[in-house]
């Protein structure tokens, strides 16, 4: 806060009491993080210290550095408190009173609008007043300027009023209102230099928040280049707990109606959310990724073993037909009847019975890959397989299945071994450590312990930490309930198709039922329909 020179007002009480009210307004200018709020502040105090009946507010614009603009961001008028104004963009130029001081970065006090110095370059445009039933008589324009002394703005305040409590009316602006003094020409200055630095450090705060959002989005890309099929899901989870947590704030009755997410604490949930599965990007690429049980290049492998296994079965009875039909010709040179033609049908059939045997066994592993639960007599079969040698090229005998491959297919409920399964939950403690490092403000300290307790569940069977329900924190329960319905109704995960809302819902009641999840949260999510935050539906029940 800019602190006044105590030489610039008199010493007299009314004036002491302005200081006072200088370093209040500088208190309150330094509370507010809305740019809207902020300059809706700054000119309602500015005409309030100074009986302004109304007032402008300009902002310079210069991203296009050819064509700079300058922005009418706010405007009040106690006269015309019904008159609603808009912003609009106007060209930088000293054509008009706005233009021209942010130009030049000089004060100018005007005792009439309408009647500037003949020689100003600028002039009032009554366009305005006309369209609303106004007259601008006395008019007050300050620059802004940052720290650096540049203007980024105008504060223009019109028609100083006798008494505060007047409301103009253009028979009566002449007699009711007075020109700017010098007094008011200091006051404004120097409010003029609070506003200026309150509003670059808006500018520099919302440049920071960008730039966060920037490496948010740029970290949320990273995990999806590693996994790409899991795309849109740290998105979609951050959407449906602000939901969430927004219909929470709206109950007035039962157990939430005291319970209340500030602004702060729902960017707090929504980074939590974005960045749940950033420790992703430490797991090993091929188990990230890993659609069925079998790596690719398993699969590949066992398909090899069973081709030579079938080609080593035919030549093995070709061999066989070969010295059958050898030894037959040494021992009868002629007869009416072929004496090894009933051998050969046995051999032919015996490898029938193999090469069948070995479809039967190829199926299985087929459908053993698939993640999911496996009957018994596909379990059976495994053991057959795990039993079954044949004799390779070299003339070895070797398994047609390794034990690392049986251990894959044998997993009853999804995709990953125990390891693997290891492996992946890593995930939570990586992105844990991973968010522990950044340096958070104050009012987003707990991102890093909401995300890490996305696991958790209430009976305490979650991982990493095995919490139960009074230790995770609310926060991390809605995460957990938005985390599960998109992981379910997902219709881009490789290992299985999305399910209907209907069935997810059923699925997270089965959680709730087993102590996992918050069953009043999922009530409210359901009651809610937070899912429609999605453009998801419940399907219809004819």
Sequence with gaps: MVVPDPNFLSDDGEHLQVIEQLFDIGAALSSRYDLGELLNLILCKSRE??????????????????????LFKAAQNDSRPAVSFREFAMPLTKQSIAGYVALTGELLNLPDAYHPPEDAPYHFNRNF???????????????????????????????????ADLILRPENVIEATVPYSSWECRVVKFLASQAGISIERNHLQTNIEQLFEGFIRTSIQA????????????ERVAQLSVRLCEEVNTVTEGRWQEIHFSK???????????????GKIGVPEAVLVKEKKLYPYQLD?????FAVARRTLELDTVQAKYRRFLDESQQVEHRDTCPHCEAIQALDE??????????????????????????????????????????????????LITAEEL?????????????????????????????????????????????????????GSGYPQGLKAPEIPLQ???????????????????????????????????????????????????????????????????
């Design 49 to 70: 210290i100074t009986s302004s009946d109304a007032g402008s507010l300009y902002l310079v614009d210069r991203s296009c550095p050819d064509f700079p603009v300058l």
């Design 129 to 163: 007043d006309v369209d609303i039933g106004y007259r601008t008589r006395s008019m007050l324009a300050v620059p802004m300027r940052n720290r650096h002394g540049d203007t980024i703005g105008v504060l223009q305040l019109l028609n100083r009023k006798r008494q």
């Design 476 to 542: 991390s329960q809605i995460l957990t309930i938005a985390d599960i319905y998109d992981a379910l109704t997902a219709g881009d995960r490789p290992y299985k198709t999305g399910l209907s809302v209907t069935r997810a819902l059923e699925i997270l009641n089965e959680e709730a039922k087993l102590y996992h999840i918050n069953a009043d949260l999922l009530a409210l999510f359901k009651e809610r329909q937070v899912f429609t935050v999605l453009g998801h539906q419940l399907e219809s029940q004819d």
């Design 407 to 459: 251990e894959k297919l044998r997993v009853l409920y999804g995709n990953l071994t125990a390891l693997e399964r290891t492996q992946m939950e890593a995930h939570v403690s990586k992105s844990y450590e991973f968010l522990k490092q950044i340096p958070w403000t104050q009012n987003l300290a707990d991102v890093p312990k909401i995300a890490f307790a996305h696991h958790e569940k209430l009976d």
């Design 301 to 305: 492998l066992i398909r090899q073993r």
């Design 350 to 399: 015996r490898l029938r019975e193999q090469l069948c045997q070995l479809e039967q066994y190829w199926q299985v592993i087929e459908l053993a890959d698939r993640p999911q639960p496996l009957a018994s007599e596909s379990l059976t079969l495994l053991d057959e397989i795990e039993n079954y040698h044949y004799r390779d090229v070299d003339g070895s005998l070797t398994p």
């Design 264 to 278: 702060a604490q729902q960017q707090e949930i929504r980074y939590a959310a974005l960045l749940h599965d950033f």
């Design 223 to 234: 995990i999806e280049m590693r996994d790409p099929c899991t795309s849109g899901h740290s």
